[in-house]
């Protein structure tokens, strides 16, 4: 089952390298991650997408609890919670037709077109996993893609709850 | 006026003064010879000059076992830190307090490729409890202060620092020597108690079983709960069984208590815990070499598993009762909780389960037969036993050797049984000894080893000449890699692949030329005597090399695959 995990550690040298190592070292997935610093510069926040049963998952969240580094971690995929991704895509846009298609399409999915080349449109699109993927397989049926880059899911609970050291 | 100004160097030392370290274990090199220069200058913290740097991190490792305290270690950058990585994982595995402080290239080169540089926080990363990069002057007290108090806290492990060269050398930037000795992390807070609910889910499930077996390991050791254990055995009239870790968390004559469990445990120990109804764990982690087949493990039982690591519970068997808290607390709180439900265990169900556990002690699967003249390794043991009373310290190294030990030397006291459990570390038992001869000069302590691991770290004979370690080394010499040679027997159809070892030295000639006494022996009838003398040898390293039969096998032994309790008694007979 997909879980969306959020770390918050101190953001102290070498911290990050520590929850990587971890995974890679229990053979734990990762499918995304994200990193930055919070509002607080001496916290960072990490949110990782991963797999796994609630066996594992209740490993991997005790093991990275376990970092001396963490301050907390908590699975937001237990209860209600927003989750977004950011994808920068540049796609072929030769012609009057493939133009027209692809801000067609942009403007259905409520992305902009942030860039233009002689025969190229870079679009950027903030969405849920889904959303983005089902942009990217329409893109694909229109025309061709040239690069594209996906951030990593980020997160946060619904409501007042919140991920804080409080 | 102004307060004095240390360097990088100066403040390591002081620091490791004002935290009490005694012994510090290390080898010089260029990177930390600032720090060797400020321990000459002073009379506090003794250096202990190895002759390899694992060597180093073992004798703290045994000096930490013995005493409790953090072991210090003290290793050049480069090959220094890199030699420091098995004594780190053997550490880790055993939950061990230490503290490594290595070199590191000056600030400016770290990155370059420089001479003698080493990521060496990257390369022990996933065998430390926590590592620093230390990067400022100002920082080193604190760190180290820091260092201490993760390493010996909660669950203990082992914590590396890094120093760069030039925040140690005294022509660069100077600091006050500033030092909170009581260290408090927003994200490193132990939990100490056992949740009050959970508790008492653990008395009501405990006082409701027929068939209870306590099943402890080396938490009970760490946390110096032994004398709360014994209470709560004798509180229950149950049945202990302690792990590899946990010897002597119950003293071994105990009647109560039933042996070691695991792949060699007594029959009695596997057979107790396979019937169980309810399991309380203590401090123990349910490793495979206890569980044999997991899917097979103690279906019946309710499990209560009473842990400091969180991680450690419900990791490889779920428990059902899990309790969260240092084993010494948590046994306080069981106690208090059970005298509050004025518990007495119930007669009738607790003589039954003891009458059917008296049936398979009566099996006496730890044994073995003096068929010829031959010395049974294990016969070596008990001579061992007698001759000391009981009372010595047992550093061990790792194979057969160790197992007889486990089997053969009942521990009364916790900490008298020093080996490496978890990571299995050849070459561990010399540099432990003396460590924790260091510690206990006026003790008896053993080396107990073989012909294989003897030799990972018999350089450090050197080391036990040079600071007087008279440790009494008793290497049980079968001219092979006894357990290799067992598996081979066992399981690869008595194929010896490499498990010879066909040019052995004279082990007495090499312990004389180190300047020590070498005993070889080798006939069943001198072995009490000879035994006698090399014990009574007070002030010099004995090393004792006894020509063991080549053949013999541990035993009992848990079938591959099996159940806890599926096991071979002797050779070619099943439990």
Not at chain 2, 20 to 43: E, M, N, R, S
Not at chain 2, 50 to 61: I, Y
Not at chain 2, 326 to 335: A, E, P, T
Not at chain 2, 442 to 447: A, E, G, L, R
């Amino acid at each position: 089952m997909r879980r969306i995990l959020a770390i918050l550690l101190e953001n102290e040298a070498g911290s990050l390298s520590r929850i990587v190592g971890l995974f890679s070292q229990r053979a734990f997935n990762i499918e995304s991650l994200t990193v930055a610093p919070t509002e607080d510069a001496s916290l960072s926040r990490i949110t990782i997408v991963t797999k796994g049963n609630d066996k594992i998952l209740e490993q991997i969240v005790k093991q990275v609890n376990k970092l001396i580094d963490v301050i907390k971690i908590t699975d937001l995929t237990e209860r209600s919670h927003v989750e977004r991704e950011l994808l920068l895509i540049k796609v072929l846009a030769m012609n009057e037709k493939s133009r027209s298609e692809v801000k067609r399409i942009t403007d259905i999915f409520r992305g902009s077109i942030i860039d233009i080349g002689k025969q190229i449109y870079t679009i950027e699109l903030t969405g849920d996993v889904e959303k983005i993927n089902a942009f990217i397989q329409v893109l694909a049926n229109e025309t061709e893609i040239i690069e594209s880059v996906r951030s990593g899911c980020v997160g946060i609970a619904r409501g007042d709850k919140a991920l804080s050291v409080k | 006026m102004t307060q004095a100004q240390y360097s990088g160097a100066e403040l390591v030392v002081k620091t490791l003064s004002a935290l009490k370290v005694k012994y510090l274990f290390g080898y010089p090199g260029g990177t930390v010879l600032d720090i060797y220069d400020a321990l000459f200058q002073q009379a506090d913290v003794e250096h202990i000059l190895v002759r390899h740097e694992q060597a180093a991190t073992h004798m703290a490792d045994g000096f930490a076992r013995a005493t409790g305290e953090v072991g210090v270690v003290l290793a050049t950058s480069g090959p220094g830190a890199t030699n420091c990585i098995t004594g780190i994982a053997t550490a880790y595995m055993d939950s061990i307090p230490m503290v490594v402080l290595s070199g590191q290239v000056p600030t400016g080169l770290i990155g370059d490729d420089a001479f003698q540089e080493t990521d060496i926080v990257g390369c022990s990363r996933p065998i430390v409890k926590h590592s620093f990069n230390c990067r400022r002057v100002v920082d080193i007290p604190n760190t180290l202060a820091k260092a201490f108090y993760i390493a010996s806290t909660g669950r203990p492990g082992p914590v590396v620092i890094e120093l760069p060269k030039d925040i140690l050398m005294p022509q660069n930037k100077r600091a006050a020597f500033k030092f909170d000795p009581e260290v408090t992390m927003r994200s490193y807070n132990p939990t100490v108690k056992g949740h009050h609910r959970q508790i008492k889910k653990a008395v009501n499930t405990i006082s409701q079983a027929k068939r209870l077996v306590i099943y402890s390991g080396g938490g009970v050791i760490i946390a110096s709960a032994a004398e709360l254990l014994t209470e709560l055995v004798e509180k229950l009239n149950a049945p202990v069984t302690n792990t590899l870790m946990g010897l002597g968390g119950v003293s071994g004559l105990h009647d109560n208590f039933i042996g070691m469990l695991g792949m060699h445990g007594s029959l009695e120990a596997n057979k107790a815990m396979a019937n169980a109804d309810v399991i309380l764990a203590l401090g123990a982690r349910f490793d495979d070499r206890v569980t044999n087949n997991v899917n097979k493990f103690c279906p019946n039982a309710t499990i209560v598993h009473v842990d400091i690591d969180p991680t450690s519970i419900s990791k490889t068997i779920n428990a059902h009762i899990p309790v969260v808290g240092l084993v010494d607390v948590v046994i306080k709180q069981l106690l208090n909780e059970l005298e509050q439900q004025e518990f007495t265990p119930n007669p009738a169900d607790n003589q039954n389960w003891w009458q059917q556990i008296e049936q398979w002690r009566a099996v006496k699967s730890v044994s073995y037969q003096q068929d010829d003249g031959k010395i049974k390794p294990q016969r070596v043991i008990e001579a061992m036993y007698q001759i000391t009373q009981g009372e010595a310290y047992v550093c061990s190294d790792v194979g057969q050797h160790q197992m007889f030990a486990a089997q053969y030397y009942p521990f009364a006291k916790p900490r008298q049984w020093i080996n490496s459990g978890g990571l299995g570390t050849m070459g561990f038992g010399l540099p432990a000894a003396m460590g924790v001869k260091l510690a206990f000069p006026d003790s008896h302590v053993i080396c107990i080893t073989g012909d294989g691991s003897i030799q990972m770290n018999i350089q450090e004979l050197s080391t036990c000449l040079q600071y007087n370690l008279p440790v009494v080394i008793i290497s049980l010499n079968n001219r092979s890699l006894g357990m290799v040679r067992q598996w081979q027997d066992m399981v690869y159809g008595g194929r010896h692949s490499s498990s010879y070892m066909e040019s052995l030295p004279d082990f007495v000639k090499l312990a004389e030329s180190y300047g020590h006494v070498g005993i070889q022996i080798n006939t069943l009838d001198e072995l009490d005597d000879k035994l006698q003398q090399a014990f009574a040898i007070k002030n010099r390293l004995v090393f004792v090399d006894v020509l063991v039969d080549e053949n013999e096998h541990v035993y009992p032994m848990q079938i591959r695959t099996g159940a806890v309790d599926d096991m071979w008694i002797k050779k070619g007979v099943k439990a």
